[in-house]
């Protein structure tokens, strides 16, 4: 599978549940979310002002990304999870299924960050960022066209531990509804 249609078939609106192991609370969390994944265009403003506060090229960018959720988790039943990133992948030119992934807002942080994603043979796209107090390794495939997963490790900065494992299922909305 190359990116192009990895994130093709991301396009849409998702229902997620999420299950979260938090390690170092010892505590078991649920999240359900709507997620929504819009394509942007490279020309985007957004886009354009993302890939120069890295210093690279928006004409370098493929595929640009808006993704936004809102969710709501049993940890915490009054708070409501939402919020929404810019991602813009960067595909390295000698191996166009690896690259950088931009992004406006981070998982583990919530700063602008630049991970590393590797899209494997079997449709696996992998993802790794670092912060500056952990990092963050996510892994997304696909087991129908409207069938994904996600599987998440939030590690310490050294990668010496892992401090929250997730398991998401996310199912793609076919209805207008």
Not at 69 to 98: A, F, I, R, Y
Request: proline share 5%.
């Amino acid at each position: 599978m190359q990116l192009s249609e990895f994130i093709d078939r991301s396009i849409g609106k998702w229902r997620s549940q999420r299950s979260a192991h938090h390690l170092a609370f010892s505590h078991f969390e649920e999240v359900r979310s709507r997620i929504d994944i819009v394509a942007l265009n490279a020309d985007d403003a957004e886009v354009v002002e993302l890939c120069r506060s890295y210093n690279i090229d928006p004409a370098t960018a493929a595929h640009p990304f808006r993704m936004s959720w809102e969710g709501e988790s049993d940890w915490d039943e009054k708070e409501v999870l939402e919020g929404s990133c810019v991602l813009v992948p960067v595909p390295n030119p000698q191996n166009p299924s690896e690259g950088k992934l931009l992004r406006d807002r981070g998982y583990a942080e919530t700063v602008p960050a630049v991970g590393r994603y590797q899209l494997t043979e079997d449709g696996t796209f992998i993802l790794i960022t670092e912060y500056d107090r952990a990092a963050a390794e996510e892994r997304i495939w696909f087991g129908t066209p409207n069938l994904r997963f996600r599987v998440s490790l939030i590690k310490t900065s050294d990668g010496t531990g892992v401090t929250t494992a997730s398991f998401s299922s996310e199912i793609r909305c076919l209805s207008t509804n």
